[in-house]
């Protein structure tokens, strides 16, 4: 599709994350984002818009902390599930584990393919329509693995989402 054609907010691709989070009760999720970027260079911030109505929102609500993931190109076959499918009614932290697809880091779980992970605290949050944007100091972070980010227009090209 030629980029004339796309709204001008779709013609940039973006990259592609999923949030690892927990709960006061210690239950872990995820999720996909990509409404994601850096806000501040010194102190290092993000923001990060999670959807209204999601286990992952939950989660942020209850505890601070969470991590960022940054995913390689050749996990686009978990967006369906990490990003489709409610934490919920269902447990992706088990059906991750069942796939060998877990690890652990600062006390998370998080994707062995990832390209890289940034442990965030929240230090406010923002409504923002069907999003609830959190804006979150880095506190640590660490590069996991070389390789191309995980894009929209991979997602696209896959027919994952529509443009």
């Known amino acids: 599709m030629s980029s004339i054609r796309k709204k001008p907010w779709n013609r940039v691709d973006l990259p592609v994350y999923s949030l690892s989070t927990s ?13 994601v970027s850096a806000v501040s260079m010194q102190p290092k911030r993000m923001m990060v818009a999670i959807y209204h109505g999601t ?17 390689a ?7 369906n599930q990490l990003g489709k499918q409610s934490g ?31 442990e965030l605290h929240t230090i406010a949050q923002i409504e923002g329509g069907d999003h609830r944007l959190f804006v979150a ?10 390789g191309e980010a995980l894009t929209t227009k991979i997602l696209h090209q896959k ?4 443009i």
Not at 23 to 35: D, L, S
Not at 55 to 71: D, G, K, S, W
Not at 159 to 162: A, K, L, S, T
């Open 88 to 118: 919920k009614t269902i447990d992706k932290i088990g059906r991750l584990q069942k796939r060998k697809l877990l690890t652990e880091w600062q006390g998370y779980y998080v994707l062995t393919g990832a390209l890289a992970v940034m």
């Open 23 to 35: 709960n006061a009760a210690g239950q872990h999720n995820m999720h996909i984002c990509t409404y």
């Open 55 to 71: 286990q992952t929102l939950l989660n942020a609500t209850q505890n601070p902390n969470f991590v960022l993931q940054l995913l």
């Open 159 to 162: 027919g994952i989402i529509r």
């Open 137 to 146: 100091d880095v506190v640590s972070y660490k590069n996991l693995n070389d």
């Open 73 to 79: 190109h050749n996990q686009y076959n978990l967006v």
